[in-house]
């Protein structure tokens, strides 16, 4: 049996390693460093006083946001026409069709189907809101449900915001508040175990550290984010809406992405959390009555 044992582990290792030689270098982001659209971009700065930062918030209306829109194009087409290749992305995301509403907005939008779909989730979320404020005010979990739906709200109106202009700060909250949702609802987790709100500070403690972390760092929001929702949603069964996000592919139309999609995805499960909340709170409220009657 140990011998066994040692050569599953053996074999094991050595399927690792195998793997590890197919490993071949590859680059994410590969058209804003091309020298096309490095180029084009520093005519932009020079022509219309842009800011020298990509991620500033000068970038995201007006002339310098229509420059480097067409600087864009002009690289996507290169790519297409002279080297041949597929459509590459720019800053860590697939360049989109941006749609101009002067008469509601002076800032175009940068990503029409994921702000369209993150609309959505923030309704259903509004929903759910109104939902657990109605339970009864003697239900344990109240105050967490209500918590949870109000810091969903906010992680939502983030998420339309970024995706409509997206710059550092729009980055940055659209990413911690994403972060605190999902700390929140392990938390939430696990005082349905019983636990005592105490055990707040074992979430707040490590969150609060990895804000710190990542505000000191560049924060790559869509590799950071899609590795945390692989380990949340694994775990829930929601497999559906993580393969659509993480199978990228060009925009459909260039308005349509895999993350787009995933947003989605996730319009009904605040409708679903209602349902499992409202259900849970019938099953309490009848065995109070059971132990009412008992005594």
């Not at 003697?138 to 998420?159: A, D, E, F, P, Q």
């Amino acid at each position: 049996m140990r011998n066994k044992k040692r050569m599953d582990v053996v074999a094991t290792t050595g399927s690792l390693f195998a793997l590890t030689l197919l490993v071949r270098p590859t680059d994410g982001s590969v058209g804003d460093k091309h020298h096309i659209f490095l180029e084009c971009v520093e005519w932009c700065i020079v022509r219309y006083g842009c800011p020298q930062r990509y991620d500033e918030s000068g970038w995201i209306f007006g002339e310098c946001f229509r420059c480097r829109y067409s600087c864009i194009w002009k690289t996507v087409k290169y790519f297409d026409d002279v080297l041949r290749l597929s459509v590459p992305q720019f800053y860590g995301k697939w360049p989109f069709l941006a749609v101009w509403l002067p008469l509601i907005v002076p800032v175009p939008v940068q990503e029409l189907a994921s702000v369209i779909f993150s609309v959505l989730n923030l309704l259903t979320t509004l929903s759910m809101y109104r939902t657990v404020k109605n339970l009864r005010n003697s239900n344990r979990l109240k105050i967490v449900w209500t918590t949870y739906s109000v810091i969903g709200i906010v992680m939502w109106t983030c998420s339309v915001v970024f995706h409509w202009a997206d710059f550092w700060l729009t980055e940055y909250l659209d990413y911690f508040a994403a972060c605190a949702f999902i700390v929140f609802a392990l938390f939430a987790n696990i005082l349905r175990l019983r636990l005592q709100h105490e055990n707040m500070h074992c979430v707040l403690v490590p969150y609060s550290y990895h804000l710190l972390y990542m505000a000191g760092t560049a924060v790559e929001v869509k590799r950071s984010f899609e590795s945390t929702i692989v380990d949340i949603f694994s775990c829930s069964g929601h497999v559906g809406p993580i393969i659509n996000s993480i199978l990228d592919f060009v925009p459909l139309y260039w308005i349509i992405d895999s993350h787009a999609l995933f947003h989605l995805a996730t319009v009904p499960l605040p409708l679903l959390m209602t349902r499992f909340i409202q259900l849970e709170n019938a099953y309490e409220m009848q065995k109070q009555m059971e132990n009412i009657k008992e005594t």
